[in-house]
């Protein structure tokens, strides 16, 4: 998973018009590189989703969102971006758990039921 603590380079941030999130744009080391993680085939284009990645005899292969290949040496620096966190959302109700019921405690320390 690529991360602003994991980059080899920060470079600068890139705001972008709401819905979407704005992103910073870093390079990676290519071994960090996974599935879901977003790389700049191009450094001026916007980032693509890392939809596989394959390294194999010394090269990198990486097939974006739309099914195109990319290919890189397998231990090399590649242009990358990290998204910016998403806004916080409270938890839908059927996810949290009910707070638990407390029972009291009788004069002998034992649980009394009511």
Same mark, same amino acid.
């Given at each position: ?47 693509? &989703?890392? /939809? ?6 010394? @090269? ?5 969102? %739309? #099914? !195109? ?21 409270? &938890?839908? /109700? ?6 638990? @019921? ?5 004069? %002998? #320390? !034992?649980?009394?039921?009511?």
């Amino acid at each position: 998973m690529l991360t602003l603590a994991n980059a080899a380079v920060v470079l600068d941030h890139e705001p972008v018009a709401p819905p979407s999130l704005g992103y910073t744009r870093t390079m990676h080391h290519s071994s960090l590189i996974e599935p879901g993680d977003l790389w700049r085939p191009a450094p001026d284009e916007h980032p693509h &989703l890392v /939809r596989s990645i394959d390294h194999f005899e010394g @090269r990198l292969t990486i097939i974006d969102q %739309d #099914g !195109n290949t990319f290919h890189y040496p397998s231990d090399g620096i590649i242009p990358t971006a990290v998204a910016d966190p998403g806004p916080v959302r409270p &938890l839908p /109700r059927a996810w949290t758990r009910p707070p638990r @019921r407390r029972q009291r405690k009788g004069g %002998d #320390g !034992n649980p009394t039921t009511r």
